[in-house]
C-alpha cells in the first residue's frame, strides 16, 4: 500500500490521522505489543480522531499483517510508509517527522519501562527518533544535499525500527505470556 492509499483508505473512514503517522504508530506498536492487529489499531487511531473504531476491512486490514511481515523479514523489507519520491522535500520531511512520532506513541503505549531499560540501542534509536519527530525543512534550497540527507534519514529509521522489533522480541513475549 502507498503513502496515499492509506491516506484516502483511513479518509474514507473519518480517520483524521495522516497515513505516515499511523503506519508510524502501527509501527511502533508492532514492535512493543503481541497480537496487535487492524481492530486495535483502528480503533485507537479512530478514537485520537474523535469517532467510532471501523470495521477491520480491506484494504485497512491487510496493513498490521504486512507490517509485521515486513519488520520481521531477513531481508530488510521493512521500509516507512511516506510520501513518494516525486513529493516536494518538504512533505516529505514532514510525513518522516510524523512517522516518528507515531512510531514513539506506537511503542509508548506498549514496551514498559523495563522492556526499555534493557534495550540500550533501541533507547539510543528512540531519543533520535524524538529529533526526528521535530525535524522541519528550512528556507533555503535543498537540492541534492537535501534529497542526500533525506534519504540517510530514512533509511536510518528504517534500520531503527527493524532494531526495535527484533530487540523488543523477548518483552513482547513476556508481556503477552
Not at 499511523?22 to 485507537?44: F, M, N, Q, T, V
Not at 479512530?46 to 473504531?53: I, M, N
Not at 522541519?136 to 527493524?162: C, N, S, T, Y
Request: one cysteine or more; hydrophobic letters at 45%; a negative charge.
Amino acid at each position: 500500500m502507498t503513502h496515499p492509499e492509506l491516506q484516502d483508505a483511513l479518509a474514507r473512514v473519518n480517520i483524521t490521522i495522516d497515513a505516515a503517522e499511523a503506519h508510524g504508530w502501527l509501527s511502533g506498536a508492532l514492535c512493543a505489543r503481541k497480537d496487535y492487529g487492524a481492530k486495535d489499531w483502528l480503533a485507537e487511531l479512530a478514537a485520537d480522531s474523535g469517532g467510532e473504531a471501523p470495521g477491520a476491512e480491506p484494504p485497512l486490514a491487510d496493513v498490521p499483517a504486512e507490517t509485521l511481515a515486513a519488520l520481521g523479514s531477513d531481508g530488510f523489507e521493512f521500509a516507512p510508509l511516506l510520501p513518494d519520491d516525486d513529493a516536494p522535500l518538504a512533505d516529505r520531511v514532514a510525513s518522516l517527522a510524523a512517522w516518528s512520532g507515531g512510531f514513539l506513541y506506537g511503542i509508548g503505549t506498549g514496551a514498559s519501562e523495563k522492556a526499555l531499560g534493557g534495550a540500550g540501542d533501541v533507547n539510543e534509536f528512540l531519543r533520535d527518533l524524538a529529533d526526528i519527530a521535530r525535524a522541519e525543512l528550512g528556507p533555503g534550497p535543498a537540492g541534492e544535499a537535501g534529497e542526500k540527507d533525506f534519504m540517510e534519514l530514512v533509511e536510518f529509521v528504517r534500520a531503527g525500527a527493524q532494531l526495535a522489533f527484533v530487540e523488543l522480541a523477548a518483552a513482547r513475549a513476556r508481556a503477552s505470556g
